[in-house]
């Protein structure tokens, strides 16, 4: 059976930092794609970002304009795990973040067959 497990969620003041893990087990995830959806209270999931296995045997990352510059998403296939760096954190950064991991990746929830429970991440003003 499949599991993706995160943690590192929890509250953190405007301008802190956090570090979401993603520990994938049942399964491994080389060529897959591996990223971080989020959804805030009353809003529809929305995509974070992802790493990608791409042209020439490398992991190419995508991530949405509103976290470009602050985000840092990275994964390590020996822990079979996937992990977000999140700088300069804002109020709006608020939601329930998820790993979801997939053969195609990209921006859409379809294109991801296994999702974690999420983890709470609350950035205070």
């Known amino acids: 059976q499949v599991q993706l497990v995160e943690t590192g969620g929890g509250l953190v003041q405007a301008g802190g930092s956090l570090r979401l893990s993603c520990a994938a087990s049942?399964?491994?995830?080389?060529?897959?794609?591996m990223g971080w959806f989020r959804q805030a209270p009353g809003k529809e999931r929305e995509f974070v970002a992802t790493?990608?296995?791409?042209?020439?045997?490398?992991?190419?990352?995508s991530y949405t304009d509103s976290v470009k510059g602050r985000f840092t998403v990275s994964r390590d296939n020996v822990k079979n795990s996937v992990y977000l760096r999140m700088n300069s954190l804002k109020p709006e950064d608020t939601a329930v973040y998820y790993c979801?991991?997939?053969?195609?990746?990209?921006?859409?929830?379809?294109?991801?067959?296994?999702w974690g429970r999420g983890t709470q991440v609350t950035v205070s003003s």
């Open positions: 979801a991991a997939g053969r195609r990746g990209g921006p859409d929830s379809y294109e991801y067959d296994y």
């Open positions: 049942g399964r491994t995830f080389e060529t897959d794609a």
């Open positions: 790493t990608v296995w791409g042209a020439g045997y490398i992991y190419y990352a």
